[in-house]
């Protein structure tokens, strides 16, 4: 069965500093992934996606991740966060190209930043 | 419209009532999905629909779960005989399919007390 996991519930990082958010994934198949970032009171944007071909994806805001076959992984990253940053991050994967099919969640990742 | 339009934004409800919740979907969007999002978690999928139809409402929890869209654009979710384990966000999504990504709602927050 598909699963995502989001081993880090709750992150704190400084303002400035570097950001990784982990994923990782379970899938029979070749995985879709997506990063979203979710607001409080917000609904769910959409940072960056990865269907095939180089596996270092670029986003919105500065965020990029990295997609490991091996490792069946895709980590989140920012080389420095802003305030605004602070929110909660869901990793996502899908079966199906083209935005077809359902999405499943990872439980998300909680982000503070300390000024 | 210009993004996905979710109504009511909050609905309290008393436990036993049914409810309906409104997904209004970008203009020409074909496919529409909705999530629930319990508190601290991420959106767990519930149905959607391609068209008119239900291509997938594996996700639905219960018969008391129900989803519709007579025309292929808006979007009810009714739930009958609400119990206070159905509260949480419920989020509408959609898309149109080769156009790379869905666009959510901003969710209507269900209450049930």
């Known amino acids: 069965a598909q699963s995502v996991t989001q081993p880090d519930i709750h992150i704190t990082v400084s303002e400035g500093a570097s950001l990784e958010l982990r994923c990782n994934y379970s899938y029979g198949a070749t995985p879709y992934l997506f990063w979203y970032v979710q607001s409080p009171g917000q609904g769910l944007q959409l940072l960056l996606k990865?269907?095939?071909?180089?596996?270092l994806v670029q986003g919105i805001k500065g965020f990029e991740a990295e997609f490991k076959r091996s490792q069946s992984s895709f980590n989140l990253r920012k080389p420095s966060v802003h305030w605004s940053d602070a929110a909660e991050y869901f990793c996502?994967?899908?079966?199906?190209?083209?935005?077809?099919?359902?999405?499943?969640f990872g439980k998300g990742t909680k982000l503070s930043v300390k000024p | 419209g210009a993004g996905v339009s979710q109504t009511p934004s909050n609905k309290v409800t008393e436990k036993g009532k049914y409810v309906e919740l409104r997904c209004d979907p970008i203009?020409?969007?074909?496919?529409l999905y909705w999530y629930r999002q319990s508190l601290g978690q991420g959106p767990e999928f519930l149905i959607y629909?391609?068209?008119?139809?239900?291509?997938?409402d594996s996700g639905l929890p219960n018969d008391r779960f129900f989803a519709v869209r007579p025309e292929g654009s808006v979007s009810t979710l009714k739930i009958q005989r609400t119990e206070r384990g159905d509260s949480a966000v419920y989020l509408c999504a959609s898309s149109y399919p080769g156009l790379e990504g869905y666009t959510f709602g901003s969710g209507t927050r269900l209450t049930v007390v």
């Open positions: 629909f391609q068209g008119t139809g239900a291509a997938d």
């Open positions: 996502a994967v899908g079966a199906r190209r083209g935005s077809q099919g359902n999405l499943i």
């Open positions: 990865y269907f095939s071909g180089d596996t």
């Open positions: 203009s020409g969007h074909t496919a």
